[in-house]
Nanobody
Framework: VQLQASGGGLVQAGGSLRLSCVASVRNNNILFMGWFRQAPGKEREFVSQISWSRGSTSYADSVKGRFTISRDSVKNTVYLQMNNLKPEDTAVYFC????????????WGQGTLVTVSS
């Protein structure tokens, strides 16, 4: 399985972006799809995840109420709708996959840069 993330860009504070992550094959063995981010000089951090089969979601406290994760099983795509963006949301955003039988996320996309100007 390969993941291709897109949708990053430059936006002003308060603006919105939607990230997309397309999986190269049908996610029959995927448990969760997630979004992570890494800001300059910082470690990668969890942003959000969605259960591929049930659609249940979870979010980091820092993005709750502003970001929404969703998936389209037909298109093998997971989305991250980001609203009311803040400068501290500036980071490279990565999508990731957690497969059945695994203990963690171990499939990673290449990342897409989100820059929020103040």
């Amino acid at each position: 399985v390969q993941l291709q993330a897109s949708g990053g860009g430059l936006v002003q504070a308060g603006g919105s972006l939607r990230l997309s992550c397309v999986a190269s094959v049908r996610n029959n063995n995927i448990l969760f799809m997630g979004w992570f981010r890494q800001a300059p000089g910082k470690e990668r951090e969890f942003v959000s995840q969605i259960s591929w089969s049930r659609g249940s979601t979870s979010y980091a406290d820092s993005v709750k109420g502003r970001f929404t994760i969703s998936r389209d099983s037909v298109k093998n795509t997971v989305y991250l709708q980001m609203n009311n963006l803040k400068p501290e949301d500036t980071a490279v955003y990565f999508c990731a996959g957690w497969r059945l039988g695994r203990s963690k996320y171990e499939i990673w996309g290449q990342g897409t840069l989100v820059t929020v100007s103040s």
